[in-house]
């Protein structure tokens, strides 16, 4: 075969671009010098048969060769000068021989241990051997919120003046795969600009590792999961928030959430595609919330049993952007028990309800906390149903009082242009309702209701990992201790995307 300088050039070309890269050369240990990555593509060349043994020693020995030079006539005689089209650039793989690219590229696979690809996780490196695999992934949220601040729960939140508000609501960094074995699993999440009050403490803004864990999942009937994470108690709390199908989550999600907590669960599915097929959790866990050790003794318990009624399993996540072929459902009931300071949970840690005493006066076992949800879940041709039903019973051990919470919501979403078709596809309109009954926060003997009712407009750009969404919210209280009805709208906009 003869080989003009033209195209070795290119041939080197689509090798350093392979293969110079910092972290490739690395692994190959290749040397950075032209010189070495001329040699690396010839001796290529020689074992394919490409180039004579005669042709190899003077391309090595003048790596620059014009097209005079090449032995064996191989040059382009002056009738017949080169063309444009016989010159590709530098790097440029046009007009070499299949067969010489394909060995490149099997050359280069078999040398590099490990394959880099991106995947709706992020970014992903795992080892040939498929002993490793990570994934790392950045997710970001831009919102407007017409009325800055959490949802309304007390009068004053009604009628004292808010403003609105543009803010970076959470920018995270997701690290997740697998090690040794792909049934050897861990995951990280980590906050990286919360955001803040411009009165609250600095450190209110800093980074926080929100979850770790790893799961031994060798067999679906039982698998183990250690270290901190969203318990499993409901579907609203643990579908990551940017797998939501509103803005943000119901007015429940505050009062009923158990939230992070570090402990130990068994988990598992079982009869697996069948009318029968099940998920189970069990769990014991130090009851304080994110990051917190354990200061009393007593675990938090709690437990899950989900019939997947058809036969088939529901992703912990919202909307039916995936276009669900076979119609898909849940139903499931969970419950937990804790006692300590808290009677409430968010992602800042241990907490306590309007009108409890707050946690850094309370004895260290003040309350016993017993909750119970039900819930219902069910997708089907871009059509989206959640339901849920808690209950919740908070006993002061110190006071002697015992209260009762009680909430709901349900919320159902549609691709209308399954129904439609001049309604543009990546559109999805969805409504939900909610209701609190809780404690007064003056006298806990009188109870207060609240309701949310909310309409969303979604636009998938790229699924969940690029969307915007704005919704619209009627929030209402009616306070008994007060005797005073209030109300107030509320609008919102935000994008969500993920690398």
Known sequence: MKITANKYRSICGRLCQLCVTGLFAGILGLQTQAQAADKALLDILLDNGAITAEQYEQLLAKPELSSADVLGGGAESESSPATAADSPEPGSAAGLDPAITAEI?????EKLPVKASYTDKGFRLETRDGRFQTNLQWRAQWRYNSIEGPDPRQVRNFTDPRTSNFEARRLRMKIGGYGYQPWLKYYFEVDLQPSREVDDDSADGSAR???WRIDITKWDWASLRVGQWKIDLNRERVDSSGRQQFVERSIVNRIFTIDRQVGIQLRGRVLKDTPAEFRYYVGAFNGEGRGVANPDGNAMWMGRLQWNFLGRDLEWRQT???????PTGSLA????TNTGKCTRWSSEGCGNLDGFTPVGSADPDQFKVDQTVQELAFKWRGFSLQQEYH?????DRTQLTKNSLTGGYIQSGYFFHYLLEPVPKPLELAMRYAFVDEPNATDRNLENERNEFSLVANWFFSGHNNKLTLDYSYLTLNDRFLNQREAENRMRLQWDISF
């Open 209 to 211: 590792v929100f979850d």
């Open 105 to 109: 590229d099997r050359a280069i696979d």
């Open 333 to 336: 009931f969970a419950g937990s």
């Open 391 to 395: 209950r919740k019973i908070v006993a």
């Open 320 to 326: 039916d952007v995936e276009y669900t072929e076979l």
